[in-house]
């Protein structure tokens, strides 16, 4: 499988967040070398996915946690959603539609293709 250096460091981001495995200083350590764009997703998946989740006060709140002591990443978000990237995974799937691990299969395919 191609790229799997770099789904694994993705993965390891999202999944710090999810499972609460990173404080707020460690997730903006990677997510602060990261691609503007794969941040733009992760955020995205994550708010997406917890919005009604029961787990969503935890990991919403470990996300704005993050947000909340470094504004940077929520700019450099911002950013990564300009990517036309984004304009064809959000045309072509649903964020719902994919577990974490598989969400992170696509994008960094995508991205890194």
């Known amino acids: ?9 993705a993965l390891r981001i999202l999944e710090g967040i999810e499972r ?3 404080n707020a200083s460690e997730s903006f350590g990677v ?3 990261a691609d503007p764009t794969l941040v733009y997703f992760i955020f995205k998946w994550l708010r997406t996915w917890y919005r009604d989740h ?9 996300l704005g ?11 450099k978000a911002k950013s990564g959603g300009e990517d036309p990237v984004v304009e064809w995974f959000e045309s072509t799937y649903a964020y719902k539609d994919f577990t974490g691990s598989e969400f992170i299969d696509v994008v960094v395919e995508k991205l890194e293709s």
């Open 20 to 22: 609460g495995t990173m």
């Open 1 to 9: 499988m191609a790229f799997n250096h770099e789904k694994q460091s």
């Open 31 to 33: 997510l602060d070398d």
């Open 65 to 75: 946690a993050v947000c909340s002591a470094h504004p940077a990443l929520t700019r």
């Open 54 to 62: 029961p787990a969503a006060e935890g990991v919403l709140g470990r």
